[in-house]
Nanobody, 125 residues
C-alpha cells in the first residue's frame, strides 16, 4: 500500500506564499504522474497542477505564473510553491500520485493511484 503524507498548509495573508509538500511511502517501483488538486467549500475538486515523470508541467489557468509544481524523484516527493496568494486560493489541497509498486511475486508489478489526506490553505487578512 502506498501512502501519501502532505504538509505545509496554513493561514497566510493575501499576497503571501506557501510551499506544500507530499511524500509517497511504500513499496514503490516507479512514480509516473504527480498532481495537486484543491477543493473549496461547496465546490468540486479541481486539478491545480501536474508534473510527469520526465518533468513536464501543466497548470490551471487560475494559477499560472503564481504556482510552481516540482518533484524530487529520489525522495518520492512532489511540491507546490504558491506565490501571490489570493483569497480565492483558499481550499483543501490534495496531492495525487500514480505509478507502480513491487509485489510479492518476482517480475510482477501493481499499479497504484493514491490520494493524500489533504492540507488546508486559508488566504485571509
Amino acid at each position: 500500500q502506498v501512502q501519501l503524507v502532505e504538509s505545509g498548509g496554513g493561514l497566510v495573508l493575501p499576497g503571501g506564499s506557501l510551499r506544500l509538500s507530499c511524500a509517497a511511502h511504500g513499496p514503490i517501483f516507479t512514480i509516473n504522474d504527480m498532481e495537486w488538486y484543491r477543493q473549496a467549500p461547496g465546490k468540486q475538486r479541481d486539478l491545480v497542477a501536474g508534473i510527469t515523470n520526465v518533468g513536464k508541467t501543466s497548470y490551471a489557468e487560475s494559477v499560472k505564473g503564481r504556482f510552481t509544481i516540482s518533484r524530487d524523484n529520489a525522495e518520492n516527493s512532489v511540491y507546490l510553491t504558491m506565490n501571490s496568494l489570493k483569497p480565492e486560493d483558499t481550499a483543501v489541497y490534495y496531492c495525487k500520485v500514480s505509478g507502480f509498486t513491487t509485489t510479492d511475486y518476482a517480475d510482477s508489478l501493481a499499479t497504484f493511484d493514491t490520494w493524500g489526506q489533504g492540507t488546508l490553505v486559508t488566504v485571509s487578512s
